[in-house]
């Protein structure tokens, strides 16, 4: 019997860390400014731990702007001859599905130019450190000219999450199966 309630408790722990694993984190895109002019969203991504299966929220005037995720060459170019997706709707959910490079950026004709873009890097395996620019010359123009904006805005509840978790909580929920491992 109590090789059975070890393996049950095995059994928990292993759900409970798949559980925790698998939550999804909701960034509103510029917090309560939104898609919009007038605000660095290269500062506003430099805070942030994106990672596989958060969501994007972008709230935006539709008759204003539009969302293009894009290619590194329409990026730099800020085109949208190549979109990946376009969005439209004035309040589009864009779910982070898997490890690499995202571009975004508004495809209305002198928006991009004047700062409605930004991109994010998700790693394949482990959570994304913030790069500087002497560590990434790839992109020598995409960090914050400025760190004014408050990084803790952005979590919110949104219907197509489970629920939103902020990574200063994710490191105590790793080592919690660990614990309960230790107690048996």
Not at 151 to 178: D, G, Q, R, V
Request: some cysteine.
């Amino acid at each position: 019997m109590a090789s059975s309630g070890k393996a049950m408790l095995v059994m928990l722990v292993v759900i409970m860390a798949a559980l925790v694993s698998t939550k999804a984190a909701v960034y509103q895109v510029g917090d309560s400014n939104g898609w919009t002019f007038n605000y660095n969203y290269d500062t506003w991504a430099f805070f942030k731990n994106f990672q596989v299966g958060d969501i994007l929220v972008f709230n935006y005037n539709p008759q204003l702007h539009n969302v293009r995720q894009v290619d590194i060459i329409d990026y730099n170019s800020c085109t949208d001859n190549n979109p990946l997706a376009s969005y439209n709707s004035g309040s589009d959910s864009v779910a982070l599905e898997t490890p690499g490079d995202y571009y975004f950026l508004s495809g209305v004709p002198g928006d991009c130019v004047a700062g409605l873009k930004f991109h994010i890097r998700i790693a394949a395996t482990t959570p994304v450190t913030p790069t500087t620019p002497s560590n990434n010359p790839e992109f020598p123009d995409h960090f914050p000219s400025s760190l004014t904006n408050k990084p803790n805005e952005t979590l919110k509840h949104h219907p197509f999450a489970s629920s939103a978790y902020s990574s200063k909580w994710f490191p105590m929920s790793i080592l919690l199966p660990f614990f309960l491992l230790a107690m048996v």
